[in-house]
């Protein structure tokens, strides 16, 4: 009997003038059906560094997991901070390590640090590409029709939550694997990371 994963998803990311912005929509499927509404996909892995999860659920949780010990495991023993740049190289590694059973697993990593602002897709075996936006997962073709008409440097965050926003709610009228209850945002700037309230997602979302 073929096993069936939880798959299907839009997330995106996008730099902004002194922000990196990360947004998923909620909706997790077993095949045709929706197991859940409210499925998390933005993952905090540091103070300043998150990640953003699209393929099989089991996979992407592992690998957050795994990235967010190895971080704090280093600045333990380290006594330093953790930069995106390095975030981004470990969890290519781990990727390429298992190529030959490969995670199901399309990642977005976003974050801060004394560099600046970084966003950086990567593939199941670890395949990196740094841009100023990017999406992933089955409504990513939906959500890059409207980052690329919309999207320009140095954005405000204001204007970036809109334009995420409008991304995402994009792939959800579009693809059937992509919808639940909410839209999550996470603005990560030299101070942290927040959510994005509810409430004014879903005012923007309308």
């Known amino acids: 009997m073929q096993e069936i ?5 839009t997330t995106v990311g996008i730099t902004c003038k ?22 998390q996909k933005i993952y905090k892995v540091d103070d300043k560094i998150a990640i953003t999860t699209a393929g ?3 996979d992407t949780q592992q690998l957050a997991r795994v990235l ?10 380290r006594n330093s901070d953790f930069t995106v740049n390095a975030a981004v190289n470990l969890l290519s590694n781990i990727l390429q390590n298992n190529r030959y059973y490969p995670y199901m697993a399309m990642l977005i990593i976003g974050g801060a640090d004394r560099n600046g602002y970084h966003i950086y897709s990567i593939d ?11 999406a992933t997962g089955s409504g990513s073709p939906f959500a ?21 926003v409008r991304s995402i709610r994009s792939a959800r009228e579009r693809d059937i ?16 990371a927040q959510m994005v309230d509810e409430e004014k997602v879903l005012e923007l979302a309308k």
């Open 5 to 9: 994963k939880k798959t299907g998803t």
């Open 18 to 39: 002194d922000c990196v912005i990360l947004a998923a929509e909620s909706k997790s499927t077993l095949g045709y059906l929706i197991s859940s509404k409210t499925s």
């Open 56 to 58: 099989g659920a089991g």
């Open 68 to 77: 967010k010990a190895e971080i704090q495991i280093y600045k333990l023993t």
């Open 124 to 134: 199941p075996v670890g395949g990196l590409e740094k841009d100023d936006f990017t």
């Open 144 to 164: 890059y029709g409207v980052l690329e008409n919309e999207y320009k440097p140095n954005m405000s965050r204001e204007e970036g939550i809109k334009l995420v």
């Open 177 to 192: 694997f992509s919808g639940g209850k909410n839209i999550n945002v996470l603005v990560i700037d030299k101070n942290g």
